[in-house]
């Protein structure tokens, strides 16, 4: 068994809701897992090929305009909006939760993360209560993959 299959997984909404409001500089990471990211922390462009330097990963850590909204909320949308991931990209993708520094944007925007810690992965139970928790808000809350809009 590898170490990243060892890692613990973050398996509810609430025990990963309580891991950001304990800790900054957390990202999540949709990919086959840290063991093959850590070989060279670097992600690829997909429209030209480069190499990027550093990993691209979603910030977990609440922003100020959020005010005093449900830190629960703000995890579950930051893992809806890329929940199609794996259904676009192939089986083997996951999140997974990690720590690092911030050492540039990438083509979309998205940060790009290097001094990369893994801390475990997301679990289904997390992803399908995030889904559940933005399905039930008022408004047109829906993931970033939006197939409805023309």
Do not use: F, K
């Given at each position: 068994?590898?170490?990243?299959?060892?890692?613990?997984?973050?398996?509810?909404?609430?025990a990963?809701?309580?891991?950001?409001?304990?800790?900054?500089?957390l990202?999540?990471?949709?990919?086959?897992?840290?063991?093959?990211?850590?070989?060279?922390?670097?992600?690829?462009?997909?429209?030209?090929?480069?190499?990027?330097?550093?990993?691209?990963?979603?910030?977990?850590d609440?922003?100020?305009?959020?005010?005093?909204?449900?830190?629960?909320t703000?995890v579950?949308?930051?893992?809806?909006?890329?929940?199609?991931?794996?259904?676009?990209?192939?089986?083997?993708?996951?999140p997974?939760?990690?720590?690092?520094?911030?050492?540039?944007?990438?083509?979309?925007?998205?940060?790009?993360?290097?001094?990369?810690?893994?801390?475990?992965?997301?679990?289904?139970?997390?992803?399908a209560?995030?889904?559940e928790?933005?399905?039930?808000?008022?408004?047109?809350?829906?993931?970033?993959?939006?197939?409805?809009?023309?």
């Amino acid at each position: 068994m590898s170490n990243t299959e060892s890692m613990p997984v973050y398996d509810t909404l609430d025990a990963l809701a309580e891991l950001v409001r304990s800790r900054r500089g957390l990202y999540v990471r949709w990919s086959r897992g840290p063991e093959r990211d850590l070989e060279t922390v670097s992600s690829r462009d997909g429209l030209t090929g480069l190499s990027l330097p550093g990993l691209s990963a979603n910030p977990l850590d609440v922003e100020d305009w959020w005010g005093d909204r449900s830190v629960r909320t703000w995890v579950a949308r930051r893992l809806y909006d890329y929940s199609h991931l794996p259904r676009v990209r192939n089986p083997g993708t996951r999140p997974w939760v990690l720590h690092g520094t911030e050492t540039g944007r990438g083509p979309d925007n998205e940060p790009l993360v290097h001094e990369v810690e893994a801390l475990g992965w997301i679990g289904a139970c997390a992803i399908a209560e995030a889904t559940e928790v933005i399905t039930h808000q008022p408004g047109p809350w829906g993931p970033m993959l939006r197939s409805d809009i023309p």
